[in-house]
């Protein structure tokens, strides 16, 4: 079973330029979540997709960024226009619905995302 | 808010020493709590993880109690090897189905041989 993947690896963009990241969870489940590290911080999460449902974007740092989920499969997490602080490794997980305990999140490698 | 705090790093031993890393939390209700590991250039990993008081994660050596008493969920293995150098993650998600994800800063572990 594929894992969760996440596209591109790297990213290096100037100041003010747009960038898109793009997070394919495991086949079938529904919780998507994407999560940032900035300069060896703790992870912080963002927000939080059932199916093609926000549940909880209660993370997002601001109107500069816009996550989607068409059709409940692959995400996109959009920055425009991208800020220096933006720079971090942005990961995405998936997980299962499973009653009322969490489920375990499967994470992607992440996107490492340079602002300059 | 829920919180996790981990011991700072880095930290470095020498193979075949004893770990611990400790973490501890803040949450209300029972939440379930979690070791990540991210190995060089690779993505995070679950490392083990304990859903309710007095549960023992364990895997790859590694083991962890969650104490409620203490709010502490340590991370401990008996004998370290060069390929457990890594950043760990202490992470807990509160009660309720599906959660986010709280985590502590990451502890950097270098083992020399």
């Known amino acids: 079973e594929a894992g969760v993947t996440q596209f591109p690896s790297h990213s290096v963009i100037e100041k003010g330029q747009t960038v898109t990241l793009r997070c394919d969870p495991i086949s079938g489940h529904d919780n998507l979540y994407w999560y940032r590290r900035v300069m060896g911080k703790e992870i912080k999460f963002l927000l939080h997709?059932?199916?093609?449902?926000?549940?909880?974007e209660s993370g997002m740092p601001n109107n500069r960024f816009l996550a989607e989920r068409t059709g409940g499969t692959y995400s996109t997490l959009k920055v425009q226009p991208a800020e220096l602080e933006d720079s971090g490794v942005y990961f995405c997980?998936?997980?299962?619905?499973?009653?009322?305990?969490?489920?375990?999140?499967?994470f992607g490698p992440g996107t490492r995302l340079t602002v300059l | 808010g829920d919180s996790v705090t981990q011991m700072e790093g880095p930290v470095t031993l020498s193979e075949e020493a004893f770990l611990t890393i400790n973490c501890t939390y803040t949450?209300?209700?029972?939440?379930?709590l979690f070791w990540y590991v991210q190995y060089p250039g690779e993505g995070l990993q679950l490392l083990l993880k304990?859903?309710?008081?007095?549960d023992k994660g364990s895997n790859k050596g590694f083991e962890a109690t969650y104490r409620k008493e203490t709010t502490s969920f340590h991370l401990e293995k008996g004998s370290v090897q060069v390929s457990d150098s890594a950043v760990y993650f202490c992470a807990l998600s509160a009660t309720g189905g599906a959660q986010k994800l709280v985590f502590g800063q990451g502890t950097r572990l270098t083992i020399n041989p």
């Open positions: 949450a209300t209700g029972y939440p379930s």
């Open positions: 997980a998936s997980s299962q619905i499973q009653g009322l305990r969490a489920d375990t999140q499967y």
């Open positions: 304990a859903t309710k008081a007095d």
């Open positions: 997709f059932v199916k093609e449902s926000k549940q909880d």
